[in-house]
T-cell receptor, first 113, second 112 residues
Framework: DVKVTQSSRYLVKRTGEKVFLECVQD?????MFWYRQDPGLGLRLIYF???????EKGDIPEGYSVSREKKERFSLILESASTNQTSMYLC????????????FGPGTRLTVL | AQKVTQAQTEISVVEKEDVTLDCVYE???????LFWYKQPPSGELVFLIR??????QNEISGRYSWNFQKSTSSFNFTITASQVVDSAVYFC?????????FGTGTSLTVIP
């Protein structure tokens, strides 16, 4: 079974802190994705990556950056956390693109105070 | 533009009732894929089904069935004889060349 793990289920940070959210997948997937989920807005794509050291902006990249130094690991970085980044963050991975389903991690609920 | 609309925000049904979750999509692509995911209270999205744009056959899996109609750009999901374990948020998604486009989700509550 595909497994996508995220470093924390719950995280509380203060405004201005630098925040790292880690995601690891164990199925050698090429693609990895970061979403945020907010009530009434569904899932919105922040960044995605098709290969190591490669990244593409999604629909809402402002205030975020990513890093993919190894194929299995995709990190989301909040350089200076703000209260409007309080949200559920979901990581996903898939083979190639388009036609293949994405497999999701359990999510990280981030609260920025 | 790619877009998925799930007009039903919340639905409540009594156990054993049938329920249909609506999904309408927009795309200019001729080849695309449609998906349904379930998000139980635990939070992790679970893949349910994938459909490609060339296959309009309906699909049934146990109590779940899906109706894909290109003429109306819809990909609806029906749960027959609903159970409390079906309570979750359900997302419909459209895939183009490089990314998924998710609807806003429908929260289903099955009342015992």
């Amino acid at each position: 079974d595909v497994k996508v793990t995220q470093s924390s289920r719950y995280l509380v940070k203060r405004t201005g802190e630098k925040v790292f959210l880690e995601c690891v997948q164990d199925m050698d997937h090429e693609n990895m994705f970061w979403y945020r989920q907010d009530p009434g807005l569904g899932l919105r794509l922040i960044y995605f990556s098709y290969d190591v050291k490669m990244k593409e902006k999604g629909d809402i990249p402002e205030g975020y950056s990513v890093s993919r130094e190894k194929k299995e690991r995709f990190s989301l970085i909040l350089e200076s956390a703000s209260t409007n980044q309080t949200s559920m963050y979901l990581c996903a991975s898939s083979w190639t693109s388009g036609m293949n389903e994405q497999f999701f991690g359990p999510g990280t609920r981030l609260t920025v105070l | 533009a790619q877009k998925v609309t799930q007009a039903q925000t919340e639905i409540s049904v009594v156990e054993k009732e049938d329920v249909t979750l609506d999904c309408v999509y927009e795309t200019r692509d001729t080849t695309y894929y449609l998906f349904w995911y379930k998000q139980p209270p635990s939070g992790e999205l679970v893949f349910l089904i994938r459909r490609n744009s060339f296959d309009e056959q309906n699909e049934i899996s146990g109590r779940y069935s899906w109706n894909f109609q290109k003429s109306t750009s819809s990909f609806n999901f029906t749960i027959t004889a609903s159970q409390v374990v079906d309570s979750a948020v359900y997302f419909c998604a459209l895939s183009g060349v490089d990314q998924f486009y998710f609807g806003t989700g429908t929260s289903l509550t099955v009342i015992p």
